[in-house]
């Protein structure tokens, strides 16, 4: 299995059991996330370093951002938009902007968060060419899907422990097709059934895969083979 986001980095210091795991991707959310999550990946080779700036996180450069991009780094992000009440939406669209561009002149996947602005995005990432990327947390709908798909065949979506409680996410689930579907955690948050209210771990992305395998009425054998497919193409680790 391979939980494709969690955040680990000093803000959210736990003890992680990776046993039944292959790998675990990083995501930052600032610069000192960025720089924590390489320090981190140096100390386990199943631990694979993201470097992003939240959008949340305007204050933070992309310049000094692209000084932390090394071989080991899989993926820019998370990044992107969150259009809540009193943002900065010009600033968010410039420092997404300043990451969608490291992505592509660096060849990293991008992990796109999106909240209350699927459709902004969506514009956005129409302007570019040779993106890959995962929307993070999907939450956009069924009929968002065929609009990201639309772009290239290269987007993925990133489903998390929330579609262990939400009914609605499993129809979601049901017409993401599957070989765009990877599996995430967002430890510390969005804890699985049945964990749910608790701080999420990233081994507990095997309630996602078992709950993705009863949706899809496959063996938890075949959808962890799928899943774990997917990420390798989208994140191209071996």
Excluded at 17 to 28: F, R, Y
Excluded at 136 to 160: A, M, P, Q
Aim: glycine fraction near 6%.
């Amino acid at each position: 299995m391979i939980d494709t986001h969690a955040h680990l980095s000093s803000r959210f210091t736990q003890e992680v059991n990776l046993e039944k795991l292959k790998w675990v991707i990083l995501a930052a959310s600032s610069i000192k996330d960025s720089k924590d999550n390489l320090e981190l990946a140096k100390g386990n080779k199943k631990l694979l370093p993201a470097v992003g700036i939240h959008p949340q996180e305007i204050n933070d450069s992309v310049e000094e951002l692209e000084k932390l991009i090394c071989q080991e780094v899989v993926a820019i992000g998370e990044c992107g938009l969150e259009f809540t009440e009193g943002v900065d939406k010009k600033a968010q669209e410039k420092l997404f902007r300043g990451q969608i561009e490291l992505s592509l002149r660096y060849k990293k996947a991008l992990i796109i968060h999106s909240r209350e602005a699927s459709d902004e995005i969506l514009e956005i990432l129409k302007s570019y060419k040779n993106l890959r990327g995962v929307i993070h947390c999907y939450t956009g709908g069924k009929k968002r899907i065929k609009k990201f798909l639309e772009i290239s065949d290269n987007w993925y979506f990133g489903v998390d422990g929330n579609v262990t409680y939400e009914i609605g996410l499993e129809e979601v689930v049901k017409n993401i097709p599957r070989d765009r579907l990877i599996l995430e955690t967002d430890t510390p948050f969005l804890a699985p059934v049945p964990h749910r209210g608790e701080k999420n771990r990233p081994e507990w992305v095997e309630f996602v895969y078992k709950k993705v395998a009863e949706i899809w009425g496959e063996s938890f054998e075949k959808t962890e083979e799928i899943i774990d497919e997917n990420a390798k193409r989208l994140f191209q680790i071996i």
